[in-house]
């Protein structure tokens, strides 16, 4: 089992910043990709960044690209998505997901563990 808890949402003014947190706990965090997910009132859950177990392979969503990066501490077990130059689009639940696989995929059917989500709201 893995248990993951996410921190750092908020409100916050476009154009802003935000860094995500996601602390995992449970089964071996450092054999894992993680991924982050976000999920907007009325819309499906989507991809939005992924990193390989030990971060030497990342991926974005396009909408997402040279805006956020995702990052993550095997040490610590927690996995990170920093936010810059917010925009109200991106205003969601963003969802923390564990694979129970090294590498990474935008396909959230193979993501085996998920967090609570934290609501990102981004104001005009």
């Known amino acids: 089992q893995v248990q993951l808890v996410e921190s750092g949402g908020g409100l916050v003014q476009a154009g802003g910043s935000l860094r995500l947190s996601c602390a995992a706990s449970?089964?071996?965090?450092?054999?894992?990709?993680m991924g982050w997910f976000r999920q907007a009132p009325g819309k499906e859950r989507e991809f939005v960044a992924a990193?390989?177990?030990?971060?030497?392979?990342?991926y974005y969503a396009d909408s997402v690209k040279g805006r956020f990066a995702i990052s993550r501490d095997n040490a610590k077990n927690t996995v990170y998505l920093q936010m810059n130059s917010l925009k109200p689009e991106d205003t969601a639940v963003h969802y923390c997901?564990?694979?129970?696989?090294?590498?990474?995929?935008?396909?959230?059917?193979?993501?085996?563990?998920w967090g609570q989500g934290t609501q990102v709201t981004v104001s005009t």
């Open positions: 449970g089964r071996t965090f450092s054999s894992n990709a």
């Open positions: 990193i390989s177990w030990n971060g030497g392979s990342t």
């Open positions: 997901a564990a694979r129970l696989n090294p590498y990474v995929t935008t396909d959230l059917h193979a993501y085996a563990y």
